[in-house]
């Protein structure tokens, strides 16, 4: 049995619509027809009844919470969650989006039930689900490289063990967007976000910083029990087991960022999931060019956190996961775990390598394929070739077109990764190393890259538009695009209206977004 904790943010309406990009229907009966219906919808309330919800407590009955009762700022000591009563939004409630495949597939409900009043009370935070006792995590984290002591503060809440709902609201927000004093008032919003864990390298750190090795102990336990559940809880070895198994998988998450231009954003220890989930991505973005030094965040003036920093940045995090767990291991253990984190270069490496070929559509192993990739990857990078649909494509393109130099002016991306002067040599190279596949044809090996190098990824400037039309109280878009990324590899009529796979327009050149966005 797999548990969901769900959490509710009260943020900014410009970003809440758009954290959750990608849904999943796994259930037989939720077929793509039906996905594709969830902007149809009638999201107006029409009645009043009980959500048929089922809470478990399993954090607040085996982790410890604050003995001080009362909302106010203040250190929390000896405990991982405080109890904290959300504050109700005060104005009209509007439910703007949510993810039908969450509601039918994790919590079983029928799609009736967003015409409830008090579904959409629930998920705001203006009443809790039966059952609800609503927590506030204690974690902290460095951030940008500095230790920035406790973070967990109250703005997001733990109500039970459910989903990614948006509801949105005519209460203002006052925000400077940029930080430079520019203060203006916006549309508030609450968003309920779904995961199977929200503990993060930070929720470990601050429990080393204060010395609580008791709870830091009781709250890996727990982890481990309820997450990694091929460790054996009464094993001496658990802790070095759990960090290999942080180690690798974080390698592996952070190398499928890159293969699709995922810049996360903001990498502080905070936002680094113990389960290697992709969580706390605010001022995020889908490289569009390629640039390795490509950083999403205005914010982050140092480019500390630019798409290509990620894979280091994840050994720093890594190392700081580490030392939150030194206290707990013995002089031959932290050997070991030291042993483990140099590995990390090697594994993710070897996963980059691994996703990127498979997005060139190269079969087994040859000894020139890193340099292939390599290649093509300097042929982007010099002539600022679009990300994603140099990748598509290519996958798009047939392999005849390519040896005779045929890429059709509609092929926009590959066009200019075409005007290089190495472009005839990779392409002598990388059709050579086609020519080497058994039983594959042309047709297959397209095939089998468009299943892996989408057509569409959620750009800013798509954001935009929808949060534009988003604030005259048209959600259309919203729901567009969670329907669309629904299907990101698939060739979608309305996708190509919208112009999602076009080139960015004008208008949208200059976006940017930061840590308040």
């Known amino acids: 049995m797999i548990r969901y904790s769900f959490m509710l943010f009260f943020i900014l309406f410009a970003r809440a619509a758009f954290r959750d990009k990608q849904g999943f229907c796994e259930r037989n009966e939720c077929n793509e027809d039906e996905a594709s219906k969830q902007n149809q919808f009638d999201f107006s309330v029409k009645h009043n009844a009980e959500i048929p919800l089922t809470l478990t407590h399993t954090l607040s009955d085996c982790l410890p919470l604050d003995e001080v009762d009362g909302n106010f700022i203040r250190t929390v000591k000896s405990c991982v969650f405080s109890e904290c009563q959300p504050t109700p939004l005060k104005k009209p409630l509007t439910l703007a989006a949510l993810s039908l495949d969450a509601l039918w597939n994790i919590l079983d409900l029928n799609q009736s039930v967003i015409q409830n009043q008090e579904f959409i009370h629930c998920v705001s935070g203006g009443k809790l689900f039966a059952g609800s006792v609503p927590l506030a995590h204690r974690y902290g984290g460095h951030q940008f490289g500095y230790w920035a002591g406790q973070l967990g503060d109250g703005r997001a809440h733990l109500l039970g063990e459910y989903t990614n709902s948006l509801v949105v609201s005519e209460e203002p927000v006052w925000r400077d967007q940029f930080y430079n004093g520019n203060i203006v008032k916006e549309r508030g919003a609450v968003v309920l976000r779904l995961a199977k864990s929200w503990f993060r390298i930070g929720s470990l750190e601050i429990l080393t910083k204060a010395g609580e090795l008791n709870v830091l102990r009781t709250l890996l336990d727990f982890v481990i029990k309820e ?146 990739v390599a290649f093509f990857l300097k042929l982007m990078e010099d002539t600022g070739a679009d990300f994603t649909m140099t990748f598509r494509q290519l996958s798009e393109v047939t392999a005849s077109d390519l040896q005779i130099d045929s890429v059709a002016q509609s092929m926009w991306a590959l066009s200019v990764l075409s005007t290089h002067e190495y472009f005839t040599d990779w392409v002598r190279l990388y059709l050579q190393r086609l020519s080497r596949h058994h039983n594959d044809s042309d047709e297959t090996r397209q095939h089998r890259m468009q299943r892996i190098n989408p057509r569409y990824v959620l750009r800013n400037w798509m954001a935009e538009s929808a949060i534009r039309k988003a604030e005259e109280n048209d959600f259309s878009e919203v729901a567009l695009l969670q329907q669309i990324l629904m299907n990101p590899f698939t060739e979608q009529d309305e996708a190509e209206r919208a112009g999602y796979s076009s080139k960015t327009p004008m208008w949208a050149q200059q976006l940017r977004v930061s840590c308040s966005s």
């Open 227 to 372: 997450h990694f559940r091929s460790i054996a809880t009464n094993d001496p070895q658990r802790y070095v087991a759990f960090f290999f198994r942080v180690v690798n998988e974080t390698a592996h998450l952070i190398a499928q960022w890159m293969a699709v231009g995922f810049a996360h954003g903001v990498c502080n220890t905070d936002n680094f999931s113990l389960l290697s989930i992709t969580l706390d991505y605010g001022p995020f973005g889908f490289m569009e060019s390629y640039d390795p030094n490509f950083v999403p965040n205005s914010s982050d003036d140092e480019g500390r956190y630019s798409i290509g920093s990620q894979a280091n940045v994840g050994l720093f995090n890594l190392q700081k996961l580490l030392e939150a767990l030194q206290p707990l291991l013995t002089q031959d253990q932290i050997l070991e775990s030291q042993q483990i984190l140099r590995e990390y270069p090697q594994i993710y490496q070897q996963r980059f390598l691994e996703l990127f070929k498979a997005k060139l559509g190269l079969l087994e192993n040859e000894d020139e394929d890193s340099y292939l």
